[in-house]
């Protein structure tokens, strides 16, 4: 296994430079760039031609990605000078090979540059956003497989019952329910709104969070999280749930089952010592998938809604406004989870049956 393993860890290399090309190769004809936001609101006068506007360096990326410096300048009436100027500012001077090159050899060294608009290090953006979308992302998976495996179960071994159905009508209402509209329902029932005063309305921690004492401070993150991630997982449970009751009856039908029923063991130990770890592959599967979607990408409204700062908020807002090293700094980040959960994934395949050797089927 750990042969698998090294060569799994050797592959994320070129796999991230892969995904970062090609990622850069669209944007390059990505209309709406940094610099013509920025000439944009000179124009409309919401900024001047000297202040708003911070450094990025070497973004790995173009202007426009490619008007040229007579053609904006020509459309905007503005001096050939300042545009160039800015171009050199944001590092946008350079050859497209070049950049990426600089690019390329920053992120090894997990430099993500400056953020062409809040003038900090990308780095410190994300590790100060990243907790919030861990504590987002990793309690609601682990509500949605802590509920949904056993009712999945539950549903197979009932199927065609009362339980069974009233079970999937429940279900299946929540997932009708887009996350944000539970979240405001959620936020007007209980966070202030016309009925109760129960949670509070924004952030992940309470102002006073440094002066409490540390039972007091894991009370109040639980606290704070209670709503958002309701209002993430509410949506979650139909898929996984219908999943797993599925995959349980399809093993339950299967022969080795009869045949273990046969030799008078328990349904209980048929249950869980023959049909489990078949069952639960398909399951599995699905776990790097799911994570990486509740991880980032489930949680952007949510984050939004309840005023949180997390992941998905913040590669949101850098595609608004074209803040390419966030964008690419995230992209980077999302892709490295991403392919670790993958051979986490594996690594599960094998602990729930042993019988499964990656090794062998590679070579």
């Not at 430099?111 to 994300?126: E, W």
Request: charge should be negative; hydrophobic fraction near 50%.
């Amino acid at each position: 296994m750990g042969k698998y393993i090294l060569k799994r860890m050797a592959l994320i290399v070129p796999t991230l430079f892969g995904i970062i090309l090609i990622n850069f190769v669209i944007v390059q004809f990505a209309p709406g760039g940094p610099i013509e936001q920025i000439i944009a609101q000179v124009t409309t006068g919401n900024i001047s031609t000297t202040s708003g506007i911070s450094g990025g360096g070497d973004s790995g990326v173009s202007s426009n990605a490619a008007a040229s410096e007579a053609d904006i300048s020509g459309t905007y009436g503005l001096d050939p000078e300042l545009i160039a100027d800015l171009e050199k500012q944001f590092g946008f001077d350079k050859p497209a090979h070049e950049r990426f090159f600089d690019m390329v050899v920053n992120y090894l060294q997990f430099d993500f540059g400056m953020s062409f608009f809040q003038d900090r290090p990308v780095l410190d953006l994300v590790l100060e956003r990243i907790p919030v979308s861990i504590s987002l992302g990793l309690w609601s998976l682990l509500i949605v497989y802590g509920i949904s495996i056993p009712l999945g179960i539950a549903k197979a071994v009932r199927d065609g019952t009362r339980f069974d159905l009233w079970t999937s009508s429940i279900i299946f209402v929540g997932y009708a329910i887009p996350g944000f509209l539970f979240a405001v329902l959620l936020i007007v029932v209980f966070a202030g709104g016309n009925y109760f005063d129960i949670f509070p309305l924004r952030g992940l921690v309470s102002d006073n969070w440094d002066e409490l004492s540390w039972p007091d401070k894991i009370l109040d993150y639980f606290w704070h999280l209670a709503l958002p991630v309701t209002a993430l997982t509410i949506g979650g449970f139909a898929t996984l749930t219908m999943l797993t009751k599925n995959s349980f009856l399809e093993e339950i039908n299967k022969q080795f089952v009869l045949t273990a029923r046969s030799k008078g063991l328990t349904e209980r130990r048929v249950l869980y010592s023959h049909v489990f770890r078949n069952a639960m592959l398909i399951v599995i599967a699905g776990f790097p998938a799911a994570f990486v979607s509740i991880f980032f990408t489930g949680s952007v409204l949510i984050e939004v809604i309840f005023s949180l700062d997390g992941m998905g908020l913040l590669s949101y807002e850098a595609i608004i406004k074209r803040d390419y090293p966030i964008l690419f700094g995230t992209v980077f980040c999302f892709t490295l989870i991403g392919l670790i959960m993958h051979l986490v994934g594996d690594l599960t395949y094998v602990l729930v049956d042993p019988r499964i050797d990656f090794e062998t089927r590679g070579d």
